[in-house]
């Protein structure tokens, strides 16, 4: 049970749903609820390589914790000694519950679990499922709504982020990650070295998603600006590997969705989020450069499957081309 501390250090909502769960089972079944919490020993090792990575360990602990109660309430099994006929059932009980793209996330899940404990065999059983993952682009924001966000942006830092995310492709976890370091500035204009470091929660998703990208002018002028202000505040240059949107992500979207309250901005299709940002990036570049492979690489896509559903118009677009269709 000390393990579950980790658990609870890293996800306390998570800790609390898995001790009313054994407690629940208790209640049930003495028997069973050992075994659950026998399972969540290989569990927790798993999800502790993930542990700066907040967002990652909270989606993989919350798939393995559904397919631990399912084998143990139904088969009362530990998860490590499970075959074909447990997995089976797990997952034509998981198809009548779960969308095709939730089916792919409980696939890699339970593959890498396998994997890193060392059940090949079972971990080939898992990837031989097959589910067709649904790409779909939610965005329908619009050049000019990005400007009037921006104008109502009030910290300079939540500034450059928005432009990062909306002109460079970035993730939001991607520009909280940069630091003074990973800015290359020449004649005419500046890049942004997008690295993984493992050490902090924000950067890279991992070592393939490192990757160079262009930012923009008006990008610049605000780098300058807070280089500026720090300077003034501490009377030297910031540290190569200080963060320059020294901000948690709570607290970045926070002051993203005040500003864009503060636009105005309503009655979107779509929530609007720092994510659709990053969407907004790929559709604008589809719209003006059209350069599929380009943006596979700048966006840090795996798959250009992925970046594909950047060539679908939005309805703003599709209007847009009827009215000048139409005269």
């Given at each position: 049970m000390n393990q579950l501390e980790i658990i609870k250090k890293i996800h306390p909502n998570q800790y609390k749903r898995i001790m009313k769960t054994i407690a629940t089972l208790k209640n049930?079944?003495?028997h069973v609820a050992r075994i659950f919490t026998k399972n969540l020993i290989p569990i927790i090792g798993f999800i502790s390589r993930f542990h700066q990575r907040r967002n990652t360990s909270k989606s993989y602990l919350n798939v393995l914790v559904i397919f631990n109660s399912y084998i143990t309430v139904t088969f009362k099994k530990h998860i490590m000694e499970i075959g074909n006929r447990e997995l089976e059932a797990y997952f034509n009980y998981a198809k009548e519950k779960y969308s095709n793209n939730t089916l792919v996330l409980h696939r890699d899940v339970l593959r890498a679990f396998y994997r890193y404990n060392d059940k090949v065999e079972m971990a080939k059983k898992v990837g031989q499922w097959k589910f067709i993952k649904e790409h779909k682009f939610k965005v329908d924001l619009t050049y000019e709504e990005i400007m009037r966000i921006l104008e109502n942006v009030?910290?300079?830092?939540?500034?450059?982020?928005v432009l990062f995310i909306a002109f460079s492709g970035m993730r939001p976890s991607e520009a909280l990650g940069i630091c003074w370091g990973d800015i290359e500035e020449t004649e005419d204009m500046a890049l942004a070295n997008i690295k993984y470091r493992p050490s902090i929660k924000y950067g890279a998703k991992g070592k393939s998603g490192e990757r160079t990208v262009p930012i923009s002018k008006e990008a610049i002028i605000v780098l300058s600006y807070l280089k500026q202000k720090y300077i003034e505040k501490y009377h030297t240059l910031p540290s190569q590997g200080q963060r320059i949107i020294d901000l948690s992500y709570t607290m970045l979207r926070k002051k993203f969705l005040r500003a864009v309250n503060r636009a105005g901005i309503k009655n979107k299709q779509y929530p609007i989020t720092l994510h659709k940002l990053r969407h907004?990036?790929?559709?604008?570049?589809?719209?003006?450069?059209?350069d599929i492979v380009k943006l596979k690489e700048i966006m840090g896509h795996s798959d250009i499957k992925t970046t594909l559903i950047y060539t679908k118009p939005t309805k703003e677009e599709i209007i847009q081309k009827y009215k000048e269709l139409n005269g």
């Open positions: 049930k079944n003495l009030d910290d300079a830092r939540v500034r450059l982020a907004f990036f790929g559709h604008y570049w589809m719209d003006k450069v059209r």
